[in-house]
């Protein structure tokens, strides 16, 4: 059975070369996180189940790694913005699948040259890196990702605090990932959907990209697309059925209509008050356009009267409990009002800035 390399590199051509090698020699691999404790960094090598770790200064055998089958490329933790972090399991074909698809839709005259800004850790910083590994892309790299187009870079893939913190105007492309971004953009600037378990963003602009499929099975966000994940490490494939064909069940709620996606966020935490159903990521986009918002997460907890009643955790320099409760009355319904408002000194995220919501019972 295969082996499971554990590339240790920072974000750089050092790290694109050794992808290149794994590719050559079909070594499934896996990434270590720079940017993790030592503890953390062991927790997720077992997670992962790697059986070796490569670095800059060589390669040592792991007593605790796993081996994985044939074709398997990519073993990868999920977000964990929703709970304990999956090991997914991409193959070649399915990574191969997604740098094409990606590089196909967004072509112009000539292939996107990408500036690399995301932890290689996560899918969409990887996926990048994949698309000059396994397509036709090029690559640029610098900490300050203003400067990417002066290097010959067209595209970018960022969060959305990237997006703020960062003047990304000269782009051709600038994807947005890892959660909604803010409700005004530049004209340059799409909005992505997608999973660890997809190989990155399968559907740009409420658009699913050439050979996905998108449809709502009840209520769930379902998919069919060559670039799925074949397994995790300690459970198979989710999947559920409809009119006789296998679909993959996200975990999200939303939309589909007139062939355009509408994503409502994670299912398991949407918000039923007074029976009507408030989903968090809605009410967090329409806080954080109000004046005097640094940033917010909302959640819900048990009530006796409303069944649940929401909450907001709010970072700002000042009270804003009116304009909150009168921007969700009017956009949404008066039961969207938040029961209560609490400020907070920061609102806990993932490395790719996904709110944790788990951890948010720890602040209410």
């Not at 070594?27 to 996180?33: K, M, N, R």
């Not at 051709?172 to 890892?178: A, C, E, K, T």
């Not at 004046?291 to 909450?311: F, L, N, P, S």
């Amino acid at each position: 059975m295969p082996s499971l390399v554990a590339l240790d590199f920072p974000l750089g051509p050092a790290l694109v070369e050794e992808l290149t090698e794994c590719a050559m020699t079909s070594q499934a691999f896996c990434l270590v996180d720079q940017r993790l404790s030592p503890r953390a960094r062991e927790a997720a090598l077992v997670a992962m189940g790697a059986t070796h770790l490569r670095s800059p200064s060589g390669t040592v055998t792991l007593t605790t790694g796993r081996e994985v089958e044939d074709g398997d490329a990519l073993v990868m933790l999920t977000s964990g913005s929703s709970g304990t972090p999956k090991a997914a399991i991409h193959t070649w074909q399915s990574l191969i699948a997604s740098a094409a698809i990606t590089q196909a839709t967004l072509r112009s005259d000539r292939a996107p040259v990408w500036m690399a800004g995301l932890p290689p850790s996560h899918i969409g910083g990887l996926a990048v890196l994949l698309r000059c590994v396994l397509n036709d892309a090029e690559l640029r790299f610098g900490d300050d990702l203003a400067i990417g187009p002066s290097m010959g870079a067209t595209h970018i893939s960022v969060v959305r605090t990237q997006l703020t913190r960062f003047d990304l105007s000269d782009y051709d492309v600038v994807l947005v990932g890892g959660g909604k971004p803010p409700g005004s953009v530049a004209p340059n600037v799409h909005a992505t959907w997608g999973l660890t378990e997809t190989g990155s963003g399968i559907v740009y602009d409420g658009v699913a990209l050439p050979e996905v499929a998108v449809r709502v099975i009840n209520g769930e966000l379902c998919v069919r697309t060559p670039t799925l994940f074949r397994a995790y490490r300690d459970a198979q494939r989710p999947s559920v059925e409809a009119d006789g064909v296998a679909w993959f069940p996200t975990g999200d709620g939303g939309d589909v209509r007139d062939g355009r996606v509408s994503v409502h966020g994670r299912i398991k935490f949407v918000i039923t008050t007074g029976g009507e159903k408030v989903w968090p990521d809605d009410l967090e986009q329409l806080f954080l356009s109000v004046a005097g918002v640094r940033d917010v997460a909302v959640t819900g907890v048990d009530d006796d009267e409303w069944g649940q009643r929401i909450i907001a955790l709010v970072v700002a320099d000042e009270p804003l409990d009116e304009a909150l409760k009168g921007i969700a009355h009017e956009h949404i319904g008066p039961w969207a009002k938040p029961k209560e408002i609490r400020y907070v000194a920061a609102i806990p995220r993932t490395a790719n800035g996904k709110i944790k919501r788990d951890a948010l019972e720890h602040l209410r």
